[in-house]
């Protein structure tokens, strides 16, 4: 049974850099042949897609955030990580991690528990 | 403004059905797969429905799937307190070359 877990700070200062790390157990990241997820969901709000990576380090990103995400992949730990830029109190966020089904790479299945993640100063 | 559209909310008594639509484009449901999520609060979605029809392990029949077109449609049946949640649903967009969801809808049961 694939697990994930987000660990990163709660609080981030204005203009600086979130960073986040979803840690995968139970499964190897570099033997799927799908794209690891991040999501997020501003409090009150709905699902907000934020980009998602490949063991190979291939990646996608939502438009609206793309100028400020970098989503990247450690496959010696079994680890991707989250970068945004310049946060605004607008991300302030239950950040998720999640990954499809073996068998379907079109949904997410395996969620982490979430991470909240508050922009103040 | 999500790409996909969703009633804000639905409600229906307890044993009876409810529906949730979700409406999008040719780029997006059109031409790929649907999955649908629960999300009770405080807790992260849960995957109900993929593959536009299909139930993971463990998931009741009660949950069911469906596409049309540009739409997509959740089938909840014999309703219970335990069904009171947010429902989500997702798919590709090809054209943003972007996962996209839905805005959300909020499952009352009376």
């Known amino acids: 049974q694939l697990q994930l877990r987000e660990s990163g700070p709660g609080l981030v200062k204005p203009s600086e850099t979130l960073s986040l790390t979803c840690t995968v157990s139970?499964?190897?990241?570099?033997?799927?042949?799908?794209?690891w997820g991040w999501i997020r969901q501003p409090p009150g709000k709905g699902l907000e897609w934020i980009g998602s990576?490949?063991?190979?380090?291939?990646?996608y990103y939502n438009p609206s955030l793309k100028s400020r995400v970098t989503i990247s992949v450690d496959t010696s730990r079994n680890q991707f990580s989250l970068k945004l830029s310049s946060v605004t109190a607008a991300d302030t966020a239950v950040y998720y991690c999640?990954?499809?089904?073996?068998?379907?790479?079109?949904?997410?299945?395996?969620w982490g528990q979430g991470t909240l993640v508050t922009v103040s100063s | 403004q999500s790409v996909l559209t969703q009633p804000p909310s639905v409600s229906a008594a307890p044993g009876q059905k409810v529906t949730i639509s979700c409406s999008g484009g040719?780029?997006?449901?059109?031409?790929?797969?649907v999955s649908w999520y629960q999300q009770l609060p405080g807790t992260a979605p849960k995957l109900l429905i993929y593959?536009?029809?299909k139930r993971p392990s463990g998931i009741p029949d009660r949950f069911s799937g469906s596409k049309s077109g540009t739409s997509a449609t959740l089938g909840i049946t014999g309703l219970q307190t335990g069904d009171e949640a947010d429902y989500y649903c997702?798919?590709?967009?090809?054209?943003?070359?972007?996962?996209?969801f839905g805005g959300g809808t909020k499952l009352t049961v009376l």
């Open positions: 997702g798919t590709w967009d090809s054209s943003l070359s972007a996962r996209v």
């Open positions: 990576i490949y063991y190979s380090g291939s990646t």
């Open positions: 593959d536009n029809n």
């Open positions: 040719s780029s997006n449901i059109g031409n790929n797969y």
């Open positions: 139970g499964g190897s990241i570099s033997s799927t042949n799908y794209y």
């Open positions: 999640a990954s499809p089904r073996p068998d379907s790479s079109s949904c997410y299945h395996y």
